[in-house]
């Protein structure tokens, strides 16, 4: 990064970044706020026509499709990483290279996983989380299913990641939102003919609706962007693509491992009523951090932009923002957590299971950490310095591993939820927080204070 001084070119940029982050911001909080009132929805429909243990269950086992964030194997975040430099360049060859470059890695990932993922479903998806009421085939199918969107999450990525790169994550947003209004219709017409689906309508339901968005984005985008024919892939790209993907190789592989060994500890150590309380509280307080997340995306692609044209007065006036932006939320969740007792009867019904404080408020905390990380996490991300801790946080996440499995021996579900709650808040907590003060150092003094002179003029 040079340290030249600021233009009125580069202020009208800023004032640029600061109206697509809040267009972004308010399109993206309205669609997840629609989306999360679906998914609440959601819960009481499949809940009284399953069963707890059942719901439990496919909840445990859903979740299993959101592991395609993990199974990309890093590509996804340095393909959204060359995107938003791309884009920032001016650089229109360039960015449809990378995109289609990146494109092809990850459907070389997606097959692989599904030439792995679908014969381990079917073989050992009942050793891992046997269904409460038996049928073993319908049980393997569900776990064919998820087994199979798993992989097919992989390549469908890219077009959420392109829409994010190029501060259109509004676009991604709006179609999450009306993927989950039509699940939840679904849901309601079946319950509304009196049809009682078993658990594979259900897991059909879920698992699709979370690759529909990155689907549309992928046909929606390149049209919009006036990519006409088919883009062609640059070897030499997905080779830097791979190796900028390496660092958060061994960081995304922990986290899948720990994602999906959460379900099964809770399941295994608790029972599935304490899975089903688990995904409960997932559900309430999931739409806070998600909305939260929502919030802040789009100025991950913005402090690229801002990297590149050298601005640090707009990126350390926008972590500031995002740190303010953040209180509220926790305000909230904290809220929440404290008038549970008396929001979940008129939600779920009078005869509903209330999550026991034991797993309420390790999970509470577990998601007030992760909402206080994400401002750190987000300006990593744009410095390009998150790969920088990939190490230290796949340590972390395996030691959590191994306390939600001791943790669980000794004290069953609460001993999981502490475990999870103690590695993020800390383990994986304090290094966000010291990898972005060093971050913030790093950046040239001298370009800020020209910076700040020049906004005082």
């Known amino acids: 990064m040079s340290n030249r001084a600021p233009t ?8 640029q970044r600061w109206w697509r982050v809040g267009q972004n911001a308010g399109a993206q909080i309205t669609a997840r706020v629609i989306s999360g009132l679906c998914q609440l929805a959601l819960v009481p429909l499949i809940l009284s026509r399953l069963g707890v243990d059942s719901f439990g ?12 964030q993990f199974a990309d194997l890093g590509v996804a975040m340095a393909l959204q990483q060359a995107l938003s430099e791309a ?20 459907t070389f990932l997606g097959l692989g996983w ?10 050992l998806g009942e050793h891992v989380l046997a269904s409460p009421g038996g049928g073993v085939e319908n049980a393997r199918i ?39 209004v039509a699940t939840l219709v679904a849901v309601w017409l079946l319950a509304r003919m009196g049809a009682h689906p078993g658990a594979l309508t259900y897991v059909v339901l879920l698992s699709t609706g979370q690759l529909a968005p990155g689907l549309i984005c992928g046909l929606h985008l390149p049209r919009r962007l006036g990519w006409h024919g088919r883009p062609i892939a640059d070897w030499g ?16 592989l922990a986290g899948a491992l720990l994602q999906a060994a959460t379900p099964w500890a809770f399941a295994r150590f608790g029972g599935y009523a304490a899975n089903a309380a688990f995904a409960i509280l997932q559900r309430l307080f999931g739409l806070a951090q998600q909305a939260h997340a929502l919030l802040l995306s789009p100025i991950w692609p913005a402090y690229a932009e801002a990297q590149i044209r050298d601005d640090r007065a707009w990126i350390t006036r926008m972590f500031r923002y995002s740190l303010f932006v953040t209180l509220p939320v926790v305000a909230g969740v904290l809220l929440v957590a404290a008038v549970l007792p008396w929001i979940l009867p008129p939600w779920l019904g009078k005869d509903t299971l209330i999550p026991p404080a034991g797993i309420t408020w390790p999970v509470v905390l577990w998601f007030l950490t992760s909402i206080v990380g994400q401002p750190f996490v987000l300006l990593l991300l744009g410095l390009g310095r998150f790969q920088r801790m ?21 004290l069953g579900a609460t001993g999981v939820a502490l475990a999870l709650a103690g590695g993020l808040t800390l383990g994986v907590l304090p290094l966000y927080i010291r990898e972005a003060v060093l971050a913030l150092r790093a950046l040239p003094q001298s370009a800020s204070t020209a910076e700040a002179q020049a906004a005082k003029v």
């Not at 009125?8 to 800023?14: E, F, I, V």
């Not at 909840?59 to 395609?68: H, I, K, Q, R």
């Not at 599904?114 to 073989?123: E, N, T, Y």
């Not at 064919?144 to 992989?154: F, I, K, T």
């Open 390 to 410: 990939a190490m230290q946080v796949m340590t972390v996440h395996l030691l959590t591993l191994a306390a939600m499995i001791g943790l669980g021996k000794w």
């Open 57 to 68: 269950w496919i909840m445990a086992l859903t979740t299993f499709v959101g592991l395609s």
């Open 87 to 106: 884009w920032a360049q001016g650089d229109d060859a360039s960015l449809r290279s990378v995109y289609a470059s990146g494109a092809r890695l990850l």
């Open 142 to 180: 569900c776990w064919v299913v998820v087994a199979a969107c798993l992989a097919a999450g992989v390549p469908l990525s890219a077009g959420t990641r392109l829409a994010v790169a190029l501060q259109l994550g509004w676009i991604a947003a709006s179609w999450t939102a009306l993927t989950s």
């Open 237 to 252: 790209e997905i080779h830097r693509l791979r190796r900028a993907a390496l660092p958060f190789a061994s960081q995304n």
């Open 114 to 123: 599904l030439v792995i993922s679908v014969p381990a479903a079917w073989a």
């Open 8 to 15: 009125a070119d580069s202020h009208h940029a800023g004032r």
